[in-house]
């Protein structure tokens, strides 16, 4: 059972910045794609970020383009999500998957199951 565990979550103004982290005990992560999603009240499941298992093709969603970004460390089972120019609508539950296994291009339909998340409120 693939463990994910996200942390760094909090609560900022607008205009602020959060990184938060995912560790991953899967055995096999650096064969995996890794992503961000976030949910908030009410709303459905928005997948923001995605990165292949090399690191080399990223994916954003339009309403994170440029501000967040996404990346890993295989040596260390972690990736990451750092998050700039924060803006009350991105006030959300954030929770990291696994994608597909050796994708050269991050898929959104390749992630199924998702960790508990981590809180982030984004205060005007």
């Known amino acids: 059972q693939v463990q994910l565990v996200e942390s760094g979550g909090g609560l900022v103004q607008a205009g602020g910045s959060l990184r938060l982290s995912c560790a991953v005990s899967?055995?096999?992560?650096?064969?995996?794609?890794m992503g961000w999603s976030r949910q908030a009240p009410g709303k459905e499941r928005e997948f923001v970020a995605g990165?292949?298992?090399?690191?080399?093709?990223?994916y954003y969603a339009d309403s994170v383009k440029g501000r967040f970004t996404i990346s890993r460390d295989n040596a260390k089972n972690m990736v990451y999500l750092q998050m700039n120019s924060l803006k009350p609508e991105d006030t959300a539950v954030y929770s990291c998957?696994?994608?597909?296994?050796?994708?050269?291009?991050?898929?959104?339909?390749?992630?199924?199951?998702w960790g508990q998340g981590t809180q982030v409120t984004v205060s005007s």
């Open positions: 990165i292949t298992w090399s690191g080399g093709s990223t």
């Open positions: 998957g696994l994608g597909g296994l050796w994708t050269m291009s991050v898929r959104s339909t390749d992630f199924g199951a």
């Open positions: 899967e055995r096999t992560f650096s064969s995996y794609a």
